[in-house]
Antibody, heavy 123, light 108 residues
Framework: EVQLVESGGGLKQPGRSLRLSCAAS????????IHWVRQAPGKGLEWVSS????????YYGDSVKGRFTISRDNSKNTVHLQLNSLRVDDTALYYC????????????????WGRGTLVTVSS | EIVLTQSPATLSLSPGERATLSCRAS??????LAWYQQKPGQAPRLLIY???NRATGIPARFSGSGSGTDFTLTISSLEPEDFAVYYC??????????FGQGTRLEIK
């Protein structure tokens, strides 16, 4: 069974940093791109970042580009999202999601999701 | 950036009725569209990918259609568990990946 478990969320002041992690199991981790999607309280879904299966390619949404960094450790089946220069509007539930396909480039659709980790940015 | 506009914002129907949800793209996205269902307190679930392909384990009452800029998610006969929020998502020439604002399907 595919499992994705996010961790690392919490309450931070604006301008501070946080590192989120996504631990994966139940599939061949090295074959799949992994994505981060966030959802502000009561709002819709926003794509944040993606990393290819090898880790050689990373992509970011405009609202986080230059502040967030995605990485993966294929020896530990884990993806990280480093959040720097946090802003109040980064407050959201952050989901990691598995790409649907093993193709390269990845499909950009998400067939398994974690339960999310909550990031709250407030002074 | 490709903008997806979903309509209606809210759809009120009864169990057993047919639901038709729409998603319009601001430019041609071929068939690079997916649909997700999200229930309160849960993560989204992939229903349809590439406009018309049901994801693994998705009941046959869910179907998707469309290409180019206009897409439809149809639920042929609503079950009580189908009342949720539905999002469309495009992956044409990503990044970026974008989502529609969602359609809330509520019990009438």
């Amino acid at each position: 069974e595919v499992q994705l478990v996010e961790s690392g969320g919490g309450l931070k002041q604006p301008g501070r940093s946080l590192r989120l992690s996504c631990a994966a199991s139940g599939f061949t981790f090295t074959n799949y791109a992994i994505h981060w999607v966030r959802q502000a309280p009561g709002k819709g879904l926003e794509w944040v970042s993606s990393i290819s299966a090898t880790g050689g390619s990373a992509y970011y949404g405009d609202s986080v580009k230059g502040r967030f960094t995605i990485s993966r450790d294929n020896s530990k089946n884990t993806v990280h999202l480093q959040l720097n220069s946090l802003r109040v509007d980064d407050t959201a539930l952050y989901y990691c999601a598995k790409d649907r396909s093993t193709r390269v480039p990845s499909s950009g659709s998400f067939d398994s999701w974690g339960r999310g980790t909550l990031v709250t940015v407030s002074s | 950036e490709i903008v997806l506009t979903q309509s209606p914002a809210t759809l009120s129907l009864s169990p057993g009725e047919r639901a038709t949800l729409s998603c319009r793209a601001s430019q041609n996205i071929n068939t690079f569209l997916a649909w997700y269902q999200q229930k309160p307190g849960q993560a989204p679930r992939l229903l349809i990918y590439d406009a018309s392909n049901r994801a693994t384990g998705i009941p046959a009452r869910f179907s998707g259609s469309g290409s180019g800029t206009d897409f439809t998610l149809t639920i042929s006969s609503l079950e009580p568990e189908d009342f949720a929020v539905y999002y469309c998502q495009q992956r044409s020439n990503w990044p970026p990946i974008t989502f529609g604002q969602g359609t809330r399907l509520e019990i009438k």
